[in-house]
């Protein structure tokens, strides 16, 4: 059975419908009406591509469509896990992009943990880098050697995002004394390859 023209264009507008809608709200359209029909694909307002073939003869359109989010944010941990107890200041560095890669402006807070889970420092402001967009909190390295717990919360499109991540503060000596075991395993390694 072939499709007449009031299908087809009944089609292609539902699936430009569907395609703003979506768009509207972030996310990527895609859909098919049979193999050889009408297509679009959308994943911006800028992007749109709609392309129209001619139905095949014997071809009930049959109408596909999918939703995948654009909108997710990167949202992750840049800064350091190693600290040497006394070092000084320490920084929570977090990178928090949307799908186009664009800095998102919102307020993001910082929680640590001492490695005994009691508060080493309560929920704080973060500050944002003005040219980089990267968000940050510098404190003072902690004194007590072990693994401290750090959370990040920021509010984005009405959502709490968190993310966890560990830090380890050290004493000197033990970082230089494993080091030091770290090359002398790699020396050894070396020698035993040249050996055989």
Known sequence: MEADEGTKTFFAVA?????????????????????????ALWNTVDDLKVRVNSLTENTTPKLSYSFSSLSTPTFE????????RGDGNGSTIIKLLDYKGNNINTTCYEKILYPDKSVYIDWSVMTQHWEYGNYYLNFAVP????????????????????LGKGFHVGNLT???????????????????????
């Open 15 to 39: 699936i430009i419908v569907l395609s703003v809608f979506a768009v509207g709200f972030g996310m990527k359209y895609t859909s098919k009406i049979s193999d050889n029909s009408v297509e």
């Open 77 to 84: 941990f840049v800064s350091s896990t190693e600290y040497t």
């Open 143 to 162: 004194l007590t050697i072990g693994i401290y717990d750090q959370e990040v919360r920021c509010l984005v499109s009405n959502k709490n995002l968190s």
């Open 174 to 196: 033990d970082m230089i004394e494993n080091k030091i075991d770290s090359k002398i395993d790699e020396l050894h390694q070396d020698v035993m390859m040249s050996v055989t």
